[in-house]
């Protein structure tokens, strides 16, 4: 459970002694290598096991043999189990201290050990004890404290690997999305179906109805209903036409599309998906990391415990006190194994990034589910994120010589080159219309606030008005006209041509009918909203009208943007910055945690630790919720872990032998450890069943 911890064969881990799992689960279904063994072992040894507690009971009653004869039938029964059914502890107890790591091996191997090999030398050798220690004619053995020891781990452990394997469904599950073939088009119109690994950039695919989309890409031709809610957790099918962006693995449900193949095996959002909820799920929380701490020093305390309960019982107890003194220090060897402990959090963090990724969130580490309850302040962009990010040309106009289709001519061959949701509607409007365009020259994007390049030997710059105020372009002869359209929320662009103004073009971007929902959320749990856009701002103001956002920055550069984070830091504020442009990578950053909208760049989501897979802020209302559940799942663990063992240690000590007259058993002990292993697993599994919605 130890992700750093890395090789390229099975094995354990030398840290926590667990076994290591493959970064990502073979999406066919296989048996589990140590599951296996741990049943063959368990079923094996079980009846041994029942038999030599049996005879160990009913000795403590009725003389069954004379003399020493039940020692020695009790140490042919109980080897076996201890020996071969457990010898994999043993093995895991040893590397444990090769590597001077203890952990919850190193417990049971003590424990178990001393209870069997005190047990075989009153067997063999019982003239080396005192006469205090005989009782009915032999020396007491524990033989069926070691083979009960054994027996209940080896069920705790399959019940636990049993449990462990329910948390990587999610990721199977993912896997299992992608179709297995494909119907490529060739040049020549033959189609024919092939493997999906064959399928290569660029290819042309058929996409039936009642098929899944084999690859991300492009629609070329055709028209239909696409349900992305495997991926993006949207109920409604979305409608597909000629140059929509399609996504591998969702369903096609009514019409024929030709689609171009972009995005082919570990590059499509399918891959990364996967990729990126097997690394959050073997990310350790901050959490986590106190608890790993704790787990090391409290291994060696429990050892100190032991040996002081020992000599505590021996010196001070009755004649019989060093008999007692090693039963009791079993017991708390047993009782106080930190495997409740160290599977606190992980548990909880597979559980939650499988429950989230099947609902369009992606969270990069167990850091950012943590972190996201947290958050008191939500710094949201307006494209893409607050509106739908597909924008509609509206209008242009043009000053001087300049008329509205040569400044949309000349914005739409310059916008070829951006990324920006408002230059494809540009560049769409344009084509529409039959405009030529020509390819721009010395392209320049990236500044949060335009775009500037060479389109026809001049000079262009396009972008908003910090833009132009930069570039000294006068824009007053427009200022008016221009403010009016912002007033109904439409963004302008202002067009500059060698330094002078041309004109402007207006694209209006509908408000997501999620966002005001959302907004409303999350202000009524306490979240404040700030809106913070490089449009203007009286656009911006707009729209925050209609979402109820009192806060609002407009024309701010992506700097701007990371101060805002930092400044808000500054007072003690938890910030989450949700964006999906390049000029929302630096706040993506800066922020407590970053959330990027999946429908935006590559360069958003690569500094976000949080990613929607559908853009809207419902995604983060999702995420959010389940942030709060896990983390609760996470303290509810960690308190039963460390209540079990406040407990326990004590009772297996015999510190209330004096108020009760009773000792807590090593076979009592072992059950109780088992017991919370499993019950803090079971805990965890839990969080699959919380409604996110």
């Not at 708390?332 to 160290?342: D, E």
Request: proline share 4%; hydrophobic share 45%.
């Amino acid at each position: 459970m130890h992700p750093q911890i890395r090789q390229p064969m099975p094995g354990n881990c030398p840290i926590c002694g667990m076994t290591l799992e493959p970064v990502i689960p073979a999406q066919e279904e296989k048996d589990n290598p140590e599951l296996e063994d741990f049943s063959r072992r368990f079923w094996w040894t079980l009846p041994l096991t029942v038999i030599v507690t049996a005879l160990a009971m009913a000795g403590h009653s009725l003389q069954l043999f004379h003399g020493t004869t039940q020692n020695w039938i009790e140490l042919i029964l109980a080897t076996p189990v201890t020996l071969w059914g457990g010898w994999v502890f043993f093995s895991r107890a040893i590397d444990s201290i090769r590597h001077r790591s203890p952990n919850m091996w190193t417990l049971i191997g003590l424990g178990t050990a001393a209870a069997y090999l005190y047990s075989v030398a009153a067997t063999w050798v019982p003239q080396w004890f005192p006469a205090a220690f005989v009782r009915d004619g032999r020396i007491g053995v524990y033989f069926e404290a070691a083979a009960v020891i054994i027996s209940l781990t080896l069920l705790g452990q399959m019940l636990e690997l049993k449990a462990r394997s329910q948390t990587s469904a999610a990721i199977k599950s993912l896997l299992q999305l992608a179709p297995k073939t494909a119907r490529r088009i060739r040049p020549d119109g033959v189609e024919e179906d092939i493997a999906l690994a064959h399928v290569h950039q660029g290819d042309h695919l058929r996409v039936r109805p009642g098929e899944k989309v084999p690859v991300d890409g492009r629609v070329l031709e055709g028209e239909s209903a696409v349900d992305e809610s495997m991926l993006t957790g949207e109920p409604l099918p979305v409608t597909k036409r000629t140059g929509d962006a399609l996504i591998g693995a969702t369903l096609n449900r009514h019409g024929s599309l030709v689609m171009e193949a972009q995005k082919v095996g570990a590059e499509t959002m399918l891959s990364q998906i996967v990729q990126m909820v097997a690394k959050a799920q073997r990310s350790r929380a901050p959490m986590q990391r106190l608890a790993d701490a704790v787990a090391e020093y409290f291994v060696i305390g429990v050892i100190l415990v032991a040996v002081l309960t020992f000599f505590g019982w021996g010196l001070l107890g009755p004649e019989s006190g060093w008999v007692f003194g090693l039963i009791n220090a079993v017991a708390v060897l047993i009782i106080a194994c930190p495997c409740a402990l160290g599977l606190a959090t992980p548990m909880s963090v597979m559980v939650a990034t499988g429950k989230a990724a099947s609902n369009g969130v992606l969270f990069r580490d167990a850091s950012a589910i943590e972190n996201l309850c947290k958050i008191d302040t939500l710094i949201v962009d307006k494209t893409g994120t607050l509106t739908e990010g597909r924008p509609v040309f509206h209008s242009a106009e043009g000053v001087g010589a300049f008329d509205s289709n040569e400044v949309l001519r000349l914005a739409a061959s310059l916008d070829q080159g951006s990324e920006h949701p408002l230059a494809h509607a540009i560049v769409e409007q344009a084509r529409g219309l039959g405009l030529t365009l020509v390819s721009p020259k010395a392209f320049e994007s990236g500044s949060g606030i335009g775009v500037r390049g060479q389109v026809d030997g001049r000079q262009l710059q396009l972008g908003n008005t910090a833009l132009m105020k930069e570039a000294g372009v006068d824009i007053a002869s427009l200022r008016s006209r221009a403010e009016q359209l912002r007033q109904d929320g439409v963004s302008i662009i202002f067009l500059s041509v060698d330094t002078r103004l041309a004109g402007f073009l207006a694209v209006s971007d509908p408000v997501k009918a999620a966002s005001r929902m959302a907004v409303a959320r999350l202000q009524s749990e306490g979240v404040k909203v700030i809106m913070a856009t490089g449009d203007g701002l009286t656009t911006a103001r707009a729209v925050a009208r209609q979402l109820d956002i009192d806060e609002v920055h407009g024309e701010v550069k992506p700097q701007d943007k990371e101060k805002l984070v930092a400044d808000l830091q500054s007072y003690g504020r938890r910030v989450a910055m949700a964006g999906d442009g390049i000029n929302d990578a630096p706040a993506l950053a800066r922020a407590d945690v970053g959330i990027a909208m999946g429908t935006g760049t590559d360069v958003a989501m690569n500094s976000a630790q949080v990613t929607l897979v559908k853009g809207d802020l419902m995604g983060i209302l999702r995420a959010r919720t389940l942030s709060v559940a896990t983390v609760k799942n996470m303290r509810q663990n960690l308190a039963f872990a460390l209540l079990y063992n406040a407990m326990g240690i004590p009772l297996a000590a015999g510190l209330f032998y004096p108020l009760t007259g009773h000792l807590l058993s090593p076979l009592v002990a072992a059950l109780a450890m088992s017991v919370s292993s499993a019950s803090v697993v079971f805990n965890a599994l839990r969080l699959r069943q919380t409604r996110i919605e």
